[in-house]
């Protein structure tokens, strides 16, 4: 019901059941293995910015690929990687997210982490997967403020259990709907057979058009459409700022089907209202950490050998599905709800979403 912090979460406003059975945490965590750190950068009136970093397998994260695959709602983002995801299909470095500007220095911060904490997974190449959302209305997004010691920072401090929400990491400068919003996670379990898997959402939310809001299926957008600075700001844009989303499960996965649960985000993050803004990127992730030890990718050592996938038969996958789409929806709407107003650069200022008037609302 509350982040570590105290914070608010969706659910703790008490006025709508969600769709589907959320693990111990509700969040990305609740995947065994999965770890989220963050660098939180607010200093001044103008830095409000900073690093997120998600690890699939926080204890043996680089040379133990995962299945992995990625989708494109909309392209005017930036997701680094990408084409060797496409190629191998294999995850084997921590996903950071950040502001738009910060992109080359996450990039540089994972290879630096890579040769500092895991020497032995830096003699051959590293392609991190690095991702973006615009700050630039709260944060000064031409200054320097990240460096890469902060994307090391991010992923030394990543951990398992409860997350964090809100203005934090890479969302720490991000508005959804024209509410203060930023990183928000949530998960759902899927029973298969005698087994139970989990598929965690991480989002850093900071996307659509205020009238566009819609909440559990109800449309407030309207209804909440007075003080709104940051549409008046951005006028003829509305929407813009881009959303990130990263999907994990441990049920057993092909690259393919990961690819397949990259596009299902979309259909998450539609259920909150967006249309699909031109001036957003919409970029997906999506891994499975399943199959440890196969997919490998390096130089060849030794001799010939074949590795084995286990994977869930396409025709059984339509619950993972659902449990994407439901865990996306609840983590925008975690973003938003675990978050206070913020005043940036400039004197910028975003309002946080009215919480007694939402309740109010969808009562």
């Not at 929400?165 to 509410?179: A, P, R």
């Not at 993972?320 to 975690?334: I, Q, R, S």
Request: hydrophobic share 40%; charged share 15%; aromatic share 8%.
């Amino acid at each position: 019901m509350q982040t570590p912090s105290g914070k608010p979460r969706f659910r703790a406003l008490g006025v709508v059941d969600l769709p589907g059975k959320p693990g111990p945490y509700n969040a990305i965590t609740d995947v065994p293995g999965v770890a989220v750190g963050y660098t939180t950068l607010v200093s001044g009136e103008s830095v409000r910015t900073g690093v997120t970093a998600i690890l699939p397998r926080r204890h043996a994260t680089v040379a133990h690929p995962c299945a992995a695959g990625w989708h494109s709602l909309n392209g005017n983002g930036e997701m680094t990687g990408t084409a060797w995801l496409t190629e191998t299909g294999a995850l084997s470095l921590p996903v950071l997210i950040t502001n738009t500007h910060a992109v080359g220095m996450c990039h540089r911060g994972v290879i630096d982490w890579v040769a500092e904490e895991r020497p032995g997974g830096a003699h051959e190449w590293l392609l991190p997967v690095v991702a973006e959302t615009w700050d630039g209305y709260l944060n000064d997004i031409y200054a320097p403020a990240v460096q890469p010691a902060h994307a090391m920072a991010a992923v030394k401090a990543a951990v398992s259990g409860p997350v964090e929400e809100g203005s934090v990491g890479g969302g720490t400068g991000m508005n959804c709907y024209g509410f203060k919003a930023g990183s928000g996670t949530a998960s759902r379990v899927v029973s298969y057979g005698r087994d139970e898997f989990t598929v965690g959402a991480f989002v850093q939310a900071n996307f659509g058009s205020r009238r566009e809001l819609t909440v559990a299926g109800t449309p407030v957008g309207a209804l909440l459409a007075d003080d709104n600075p940051l549409e008046e700001w951005i006028e003829g844009k509305p929407g813009a700022g881009s959303v990130v989303v990263v999907l994990a499960t441990d049920a057993p996965l092909l690259p393919g089907q990961c690819t397949a649960m990259a596009r299902r985000a979309t259909l998450g993050i539609a259920r909150t209202g967006t249309t699909g803004s031109h001036f957003s990127g919409d970029l997906f992730l999506a891994f499975s950490t399943a199959n440890e030890g196969a997919l490998t990718s390096g130089f060849p050592n030794g001799p010939a050998r074949f590795e084995n996938l286990q994977f869930v038969p396409w025709g059984q996958m339509d619950p993972f599905y659902e449990a994407v789409v439901h865990a996306v929806e609840e983590a925008v709407l975690n973003a938003l709800t675990a978050n206070e107003s913020m005043t940036g650069r400039d004197g910028h200022r975003t309002p946080c979403l009215p919480r007694d008037r939402l309740v109010s609302l969808l009562s």
